[in-house]
């Protein structure tokens, strides 16, 4: 260890504990619709760091392959299982059913009334700016940005189309009566 470089060095469990908490950051920003642009933005610069970083002391590595297995086979890994439960919208999902009792009461509280909700509150693990009913369900907004709003639609019969107000949308079913609802 003496007169190494930190670069010549395989990855070891700070590094790797670094990589998990970019890894949870990333999940974090993918666990409401359209995302949180911060968490995001910082995980993804994150992750070009760590990975460039990895590649050099991997390759700057003067210990034998069976040495230091968390910089070799867990960061990987970490990788991989992060990449995964993104394909598969696990963080988001995840994040509505542990919601999933809260929304569908605000959902059923504002089903087939005759007035938009602007009323901002935390329901489940959501922050909600606005409920709109609409004629097959009830939008929940949980983002508005700069030309694109994002939220839940809850839509028992599922979406009908187009024609209530809220002409460009597009939908994205997650489970049962529930999905991702976008309007451009």
């Known amino acids: ?3 190494e470089s930190l670069l010549s060095r395989p990855p070891g469990l700070v590094f790797t504990g670094v990589v998990g908490a970019c890894a949870a950051l990333t999940l974090y920003g993918a666990s409401v619709p359209g995302g949180i642009p911060g968490a995001q933005n910082t995980a993804g610069f994150l992750t070009f760091v760590l990975a ?10 003067r210990h034998s392959p069976s040495r230091n297995l968390p910089g070799r086979m867990v960061i ?4 991989v299982v992060t990449m995964g439960l993104m394909l598969a919208d696990a963080p988001l999902k995840t994040r509505l059913l542990l919601s999933e009792t809260a929304l569908r009461q605000q959902a059923v509280e504002m089903a087939g009334k005759l007035f938009v909700d ?3 509150e935390r329901v489940g693990l959501f922050n909600i700016s606005k409920t709109v009913p609409i ?3 009830v939008l929940l907004r949980t983002r508005n940005g ?4 994002h939220g839940f639609a809850w839509m028992p019969d599922g979406p009908m189309g187009y024609g209530r ?4 949308e597009g939908y994205e079913h997650l489970i049962g009566d529930w999905y991702v609802w976008t309007k451009y």
């Open 1 to 3: 260890m003496h007169g």
């Open 52 to 61: 460039v970083t990895w590649l050099v002391r991997m390759a700057g590595s």
């Open 76 to 79: 990987p890994l970490i990788a």
């Open 118 to 120: 602007n009323t901002r």
């Open 135 to 137: 004629d097959d369900g």
């Open 146 to 149: 700069d030309h694109v709003d």
């Open 165 to 168: 107000g809220y002409d460009n």
